[in-house]
């Protein structure tokens, strides 16, 4: 089992750090694994992306890892490896992208929205399906989309989900969120963001023992 594998299993909540400092990174990071969460995001368009990342990697514990977000381009992943991320995630599905993710060891979480998009991305072996922005695509939408892809493909809403409203997309069939603005804003004080974090990763425990 990869350590992607390993931690989306243990809570399938990815914080998405958008517009975090490298100085801001160790209390943030440390305020999320407190309160249950096990992957980090670090998008590449936060103040300098790949220190964070590459503290990240050093600092967090051995059940956590650390990836980058709005990875655009193939020399991103190349940059996103040498900092120590594990898992790239993009807003969007680039052949190329996930060509040189496979090629680098790393997981691949391309965005998709339509069927078509999500079948392509199945068909390059990508790890993870990012369902994104999920505000366009409702539980209805999430389940017919299940209903038709393969058992083993991790599906991923992301985009305006709160701790109320994840617990349609998992009766859904949805198996995890990736949680922006609603968890983190960038300054956010490590003490908020762990408040927040709490009552997701309460919530998605209580959806789990219920589902």
């Not at 650390?66 to 993009?90: I, N």
């Not at 209805?140 to 109320?164: E, W």
């Amino acid at each position: 089992m990869s350590p992607f594998i390993a931690a989306i299993t243990q809570m399938p909540l990815i914080a998405i750090l958008r517009g975090i400092r490298p100085d801001e990174a160790v209390g943030v990071a440390d305020a999320l694994v407190t309160a249950g969460f096990r992957l980090v995001e670090v998008p590449l368009n936060s103040p300098e992306p790949l220190r964070s990342v590459e503290i990240l990697a050093k600092h967090l514990p051995d059940n956590c890892i650390v990836g980058a977000g709005t990875v655009l381009r193939v020399e991103d992943v190349s940059s996103v490896t040498a900092a120590g991320g594990q898992f790239v995630v993009a807003p969007n599905l680039n052949r190329e992208v996930g060509d040189a993710a496979k090629k680098n060891g790393l997981t691949w979480c391309p965005g998709v929205l339509t069927p078509s998009e999500a079948f392509e991305a199945v068909d390059q072996d990508a790890d993870l399906l990012k369902i994104f922005p999920a505000e366009l695509v409702s539980p209805v939408g999430i389940a017919a989309l299940r209903a038709v892809l393969p058992p083993r493909v991790l599906i991923a809403a992301v985009g305006g989900i709160t701790p109320q409203s994840m617990e349609d997309y998992v009766v859904a069939g949805a198996n995890g969120f990736g949680l922006g603005s609603s968890l983190y804003k960038a300054g956010m004080s490590p003490g908020e963001v762990k408040e927040r974090a709490i009552r997701f990763t309460s919530e998605f425990d209580k959806l789990r023992k219920s589902n």
